[in-house]
């Protein structure tokens, strides 16, 4: 365990470090997991995520992302996951067990309830870490006060059921392991223009944010 921790800490230095650019270092993940939800929805944000945040971050993210299953050994190879869909989400025995030891080994897990997710991704999540629970973080946690600020938490990006957003957190011995936007829907907002033509200014403020949770992730100690 503790060599998988230090393999994460050096994937978080070079990250931001000033190597060799020529050649991209680091490679955002989507989350694939059983249950029937449309985990592949939303194809084109991770990609614009990365090049977002290789221009105003520094980073050196591959553009294209890597899909990886939720039980697979793989996993540990991401030090950033994004988690999205529609509908349900199952872990068995074995994935839950598997995504645990990922979070625990400095891991960092991005749910993004693309609508109709919540009440299956708190089950799953709390099959995860049976002594946990999400508590909404407040505006002041640094996750919203990286290089961008938000004096309000989330950006509202797609109206689903007209509730404010809001982001909740799973935080383990004080580490924030896995953050969960709700009713925000950042993803689509990272999506090709084109997808859901949304105003180029709502477009800006989801992949700030987005850029946040790199920021805080890859540069946070």
């Not at 591959?62 to 050994?73: I, N, P």
Request: with cysteine; charged share 25%.
């Amino acid at each position: 365990m503790k060599k998988i921790a230090f393999l994460f800490m050096c994937c978080f230095f070079f990250a931001f470090a000033n190597v060799d650019r020529s050649e991209p270092s680091l490679q955002l993940a989507l989350l694939k997991y059983n249950g029937g939800g449309d985990w592949y929805s939303n194809p084109t944000s991770l990609n614009n995520l990365a090049s977002f945040c290789n221009k105003f971050l520094g980073t050196n993210f591959e553009r294209d992302y890597a899909t990886v299953e939720v039980g697979s050994v793989d996993l540990f190879n991401y030090p950033f996951v994004h988690m999205t869909g529609h509908g349900n989400v199952v872990f068995n025995d074995q994935e839950a067990e598997n995504l645990r030891m990922y979070l625990l080994a400095g891991g960092f897990l991005h749910i993004d309830d693309n609508f109709g997710m919540d009440p299956f991704v708190r089950v799953a999540m709390k099959k995860t870490f049976p002594e946990l629970e999400f508590v909404e973080l407040p505006f002041e946690h640094p996750i919203y006060n990286q290089k961008y600020e938000f004096k309000t938490g989330l950006p509202k990006i797609h109206k689903h059921d007209d509730k404010p957003a809001q982001g909740f957190g799973l935080i383990h011995e004080g580490r924030l392991v896995c953050f969960y936007s709700y009713e925000c829907d950042l993803g689509d907002g990272w999506e090709d223009q084109s997808v859901h033509k949304d105003p180029e200014e709502l477009r800006i403020k989801a992949l700030r944010m987005g850029a946040n949770l790199v920021q805080y992730v890859f540069g946070n100690d």
